[in-house]
């Protein structure tokens, strides 16, 4: 089992910046990936960004490109999530998730692929 654990969200106003940061603990050691995703008010859970644990390679949503980056410090199995230029349609609740499976990009952008959740970090951009 791996547990997660986010923080670092919070209220921030529009062009601001926040940096997310998920924790995994337990059976880590063959992770091969992990993830953001984001979950609107009455909307679906939306992919984010991911990056494969061993190469470091990453991926994003459209929608963050340009402006989000995802990272991860193998030492401390931490994953961060550097948000800048935010914008009020970014309000969500933010999750980290993770899987051991090995998975094509595309796949990775599914909330189906992954095996662990954390339970959440709000974030709240203000207009």
């Known amino acids: 089992q791996v547990q997660l654990v986010e923080s670092g969200g919070g209220l921030v106003q529009a062009g601001g910046s926040l940096r997310l940061s998920c924790a995994a603990s337990g059976r880590t050691f063959n992770t091969y990936a992990m993830a953001w995703f984001r979950q609107a008010p009455g909307k679906e859970r939306d992919f984010v960004a991911v990056i494969r644990w061993s190469t470091g390679i990453t991926y994003y949503a459209d929608s963050v490109k340009g402006r989000f980056t995802i990272s991860r410090d193998n030492a401390k199995n931490t994953v961060y999530l550097q948000m800048n230029s935010l914008k009020p349609e970014d309000t969500a609740v933010y999750y980290c998730?993770?899987?051991?499976?090995?998975?094509?990009?595309?796949?990775?952008?599914?909330?189906?692929?992954?095996?662990?959740w954390g339970q959440g970090t709000q974030v709240t951009v203000s207009s």
């Open positions: 998730a993770a899987t051991s499976t090995i998975r094509s990009t595309i796949v990775l952008a599914t909330t189906r692929s992954y095996e662990y």
